[in-house]
T-cell receptor, first 116, second 111 residues
Framework: DVKVTQSSRYLVKRTGEKVFLECVQDMDHENMFWYRQDPGLGLRLIYFSYDVKMKEKGDIPEGYSVSREKKERFSLILESASTNQTSMYLC???????????????FGPGTRLTVL | DQQVKQNSPSLSVQEGRISILNCDYTNSMFDYFLWYKKYPAEGPTFLISISSIKDKNEDGRFTVFLNKSAKHLSLHIVPSQPGDSAVYFCAANTGGFKTIFGAGTRLFVKA
């Protein structure tokens, strides 16, 4: 059974703190993604990675960075947390894109981050 | 500007009836469309997809219809069951890594 796990379900941090969100997948997927989900806005892509040490900006990368040192692990880093980064963070993984596109992503359960 | 729009935040349907969830998009370059389902405290799970070269795809109780000229797709659930109560996200992709998601529609199926 495929699985994507995230290190915390709930996290409370203070403004200015450095925050690490960890994601691990056991499906040997090449691609990994970080989204944030906010009411009325759906899921918005922060960063993605298509290989170890490779990363690409998504639609809302400001204030975030990522790290992918191992294939199975993709970390999201908030360098200096701010209150507007309070959100639900979702990690996902997918196999390599094929011709015809089978972009089915497998999501973790999410981390609800509150920045005070 | 949202490229994928789900204009109904919520929908309530009686068990056994049809649920129709709608989605509009603006980018004519999208060539693949997906629906994901999300229960509380869980991540979204893939439900059904359709390529832009088709106008219908069916999987059991779930059917997705695509109207390219209207830039509109819909998800039909027949018959609806209480276990279908969840948030449904419409998503679209141009064949690359970026998938654009709508805001979601919360479906309530009443027993």
């Amino acid at each position: 059974d495929v699985k994507v796990t995230q290190s915390s379900r709930y996290l409370v941090k203070r403004t200015g703190e450095k925050v690490f969100l960890e994601c691990v997948q056991d499906m040997d997927h090449e691609n990994m993604f970080w989204y944030r989900q906010d009411p009325g806005l759906g899921l918005r892509l922060i960063y993605f990675s298509y290989d170890v040490k490779m990363k690409e900006k998504g639609d809302i990368p400001e204030g975030y960075s990522v790290s992918r040192e191992k294939k199975e692990r993709f970390s999201l880093i908030l360098e200096s947390a701010s209150t507007n980064q309070t959100s639900m963070y979702l990690c996902a993984s997918s196999p390599p894109l094929a011709g015809g596109n089978t972009d089915t992503q497998y999501f973790g359960p999410g981390t609800r981050l509150t920045v005070l | 500007d949202q490229q994928v729009k789900q204009n109904s935040p919520s929908l309530s349907v009686q068990e056994g009836r049809i649920s129709i969830l709608n989605c509009d998009y603006t980018n004519s370059m999208f060539d693949y469309f997906l629906w994901y389902k999300k229960y509380p405290a869980e991540g979204p799970t893939f439900l059904i997809s359709i390529s832009s070269i088709k106008d219908k795809n069916e999987d059991g109780r779930f059917t997705v219809f695509l109207n390219k000229s209207a830039k509109h797709l819909s998800l039909h659930i027949v018959p609806s069951q209480p276990g279908d109560s969840a948030v449904y996200f419409c998503a679209a992709n141009t064949g690359g890594f970026k998938t654009i998601f709508g805001a979601g529609t919360r479906l309530f199926v009443k027993a």
